[in-house]
Nanobody, 126 residues
């Protein structure tokens, strides 16, 4: 009953920025009970890896070491949307980026998140 839809991906030069959005719909992830949200990414031939996560209220965030200081996760519960602001992008950031959601709890292990979007492609050229 939960639908997550990512947008904002595209092609960007190294050093540039992109902002990804993930819009949630459905009863489980209403504005009232959106729960924790996270971002993961997967490059071709590689396993899915954790990028960032944010708590229900936005008061707690977590970032992978590889993106800390460059990426910022945020949310607007009134719009039922979570964002990932990506700055100082490099080719290693090239991947399909997935939005994940849970009613409670946030983890770096992607297998623990019950709700997923379809992904949006981010390509960073050198």
């Amino acid at each position: 009953q939960v639908q997550l839809v990512e947008s904002g991906g595209g092609l960007v030069q190294a050093g540039g920025s992109l902002r990804l959005s993930c819009a949630a719909s459905g009863r489980t992830f209403s504005s009232y009970a959106m729960g924790a949200m996270g971002w993961f990414r997967q490059a071709p031939g590689k396993e899915r890896e954790f990028v960032a996560a944010i708590s229900r209220s936005g008061g707690v965030t977590d970032y992978a070491d590889s993106v800390k200081g460059r990426f910022t996760i945020s949310r607007d519960n009134a719009k039922n949307t979570v964002y990932l602001q990506m700055n100082k992008l490099n080719p290693d950031d090239t991947a399909v980026y997935y939005c994940a959601g849970s009613a409670r709890g946030m983890w770096r292990d992607g297998t623990l998140w019950p709700y997923w979007g379809q992904g949006t492609q981010v390509t960073v050229s050198s």
